[in-house]
């Protein structure tokens, strides 16, 4: 389970979005931009999957505009939104959709987001849109996570080994920041492990700088509170 | 201060004397720990963003994404322009005529708020901005009534669910039916009592309400159940105002709209396999869908 959220007014009036659909074109744009925070360097191309309902209906519903959107950072207010691909154009971002209706196990709107890096490396991100314009990411890199952009989130990526988690929540405290939520995830044993620590407070990049200090962490990702 | 029923937030009304709006209001900064000045600044801003979406329909010709409307409300519009007298008066004429405009937007891929969803979308600016017009209602007014139907849509999503998924039509224009028809009670003068009962009949006129978009896009039937929710609204706060209550309390009847929903089978449900949208010139009438 992602982190509940208190329902606040603004989830009900609201939230502010381009339509039609607060799963299909809302819900698509924050799983598109929380994705866009978790690469560093500057996207090259990114391959869209569509599965179950987004597969179906992506068109109408303007899902593909909304996907690109969110690579590009727009908020789910942006005027921009209905033009994205001509935004992409400018940008220089090579986007590609697929859809898969053969896979029905999954939740109805899913999408796999896979981003190609300046530097040809790539990231999988696998979202689902929950309702009302809510996401959570699913799955980095084939590690399965929790992540709902609900709060200040940090994602950092480092070795399985003992010492890592004592070491970022001496920095948090230094820097005064609460832990609200953290969840560890890993693939197996030893290898590569995912911390996910949502916080009350914002996080900089002075933090992920210290952060990135430690050995046994390979990189630092700040998720700001969409 | 929290709430996370009906029955409490009255009490919390009648405790500190009140109005839903406030109590509302007070959740959201005391107990969310938002600071007052920025929560009413936020909720102005989403006023704007209603107003402009219920008015932009009137300005030209929408297209929708699937096709299937666009123009709607201009027509009504202009048919109590060219003076003919509207057949539910001036006040519900507007009031339809808004809540269209908003699906139009909508569906054009332009700014709406989601109040409780975008399916939804028409019914809270449509009852809102006609009342305005009509009665002469200061955009302060109507700021803080969009807490009172806040209020309504947050037990509705706590305690059931405001999403068509998984309750139907009824969760999504049945809930914000029930949120307007609140709302509008409260600025007609009545207490968090008459707030309740209206919002009670909104919900108990819609039961059952299913979820069948044809081609499952945001468009049709939706446009047109967006009236009927804004409509149904008024007649509810009219009803409730007159001290008629309903025999169902708010919160039993918002349980009985969950469980209503829960039973409507998933064909019925937004995955557009039922009702209108398996319906034979459904298939047909779709530009985009497959």
Not at chain 2, 144 to 161: C, E, P, Q, R, V
Request: aromatic fraction near 6%; hydrophobic fraction near 40%.
């Amino acid at each position: 389970m992602y982190a509940a959220k208190e329902i606040s007014v603004f989830d009900i009036i609201g939230p502010n979005m381009i339509g039609p659909s607060s799963s299909h074109t809302a819900g698509a744009l924050r799983i598109a931009r929380l994705a866009k925070n978790m690469v560093k360097s500057s996207i090259k191309q990114v391959k869209f999957i569509l599965y179950g309902s987004f597969a179906e209906t992506y068109q109408g519903h303007g899902t593909d505009h909304a996907l690109v959107a969110g690579m590009l950072g727009f908020d789910t207010e942006d005027y921009r939104i209905k033009e994205s691909f001509e935004y992409a154009k400018e940008a220089g971002l090579h986007y590609i959709f697929e859809t898969n209706s053969t896979k029905q196990d999954i939740h109805p709107n899913t999408v796999d987001i896979i981003i190609t890096n300046e530097n040809n490396e790539e990231t999988t991100v696998t979202g689902v849109s929950i309702g009302g314009g809510r996401a959570v990411i699913k799955k980095i890199n084939g590690v399965d996570i929790d992540l709902s952009g609900d709060y200040h989130t940090l994602v950092i990526r480092h070795k399985d080994l003992p010492g890592v988690v004592a070491g970022v929540t001496n920095v948090l405290s230094q820097f005064d920041i609460n832990i609200a939520f953290m969840k560890l995830y890993r693939e197996n044993k030893g290898t590569i492990a995912y911390s996910i620590i949502e916080t009350d407070q914002p996080i900089n990049e002075d933090v992920i700088g210290k952060i990135e200090e430690f050995q046994s962490v390979f990189d630092a990702f700040l998720i700001e509170k969409l | 201060m929290n709430f996370r029923t009906g029955q409490a937030l009255i009490k919390l009304c009648d405790e500190n004397n009140i109005a839903i709006s406030e109590a509302m209001i007070l959740r959201e900064t005391n107990y969310l720990e938002n600071n007052r000045e920025e929560v009413i600044k936020k909720m102005e801003h989403a006023w704007s963003i209603m107003k402009n979406s219920a008015k932009e329909a009137l300005k030209g010709d929408i297209v929708s994404m699937g096709g299937l409307i666009g123009g709607e409300a201009m027509r009504i519009n202009s048919r109590r322009m060219e003076g003919n007298s509207p057949v539910c008066g001036s006040l519900m004429s507007k009031a339809i005529t808004y809540a269209m405009g908003v699906l139009e937007v909508n569906s054009s891929m332009g700014l709406i708020v989601a109040a409780p969803t975008a399916g939804s979308s028409g019914v809270i600016p449509g009852a809102f901005l006609a009342i305005q017009e009509e009665m002469n209602l200061t955009d302060e007014v109507i700021i803080k009534a969009l807490f009172n139907a806040g209020a309504i849509g947050y037990l509705i999503a706590y305690n059931a669910t405001v999403a068509g998924a998984e309750g139907g039509c009824q969760a999504e224009v049945g809930s914000a039916s029930a949120m307007a028809a609140s709302a509008i009670t409260e600025i007609m003068g009545g207490t968090p009592r008459q707030c309740l009962h209206a919002a009670t009949s909104a919900i108990a006129n819609l039961l059952g309400l299913i979820c069948d978009p044809i081609g499952g896009l945001v468009e049709a039937p939706c446009q047109q159940r967006n009236a009927m929710g804004v409509s149904n609204a008024l007649v509810c706060s009219e009803i409730a105002l007159s001290s008629i209550k309903n025999i169902i309390p708010f919160d039993e009847a918002v349980t009985v709209m969950y469980n209503v929903g829960r039973s409507i089978p998933h064909e019925l449900r937004e995955t557009a396999l039922g009702g209108l949208a398996a319906a034979p010139s459904a298939c047909g009438a779709c530009r985009k869908c497959k």
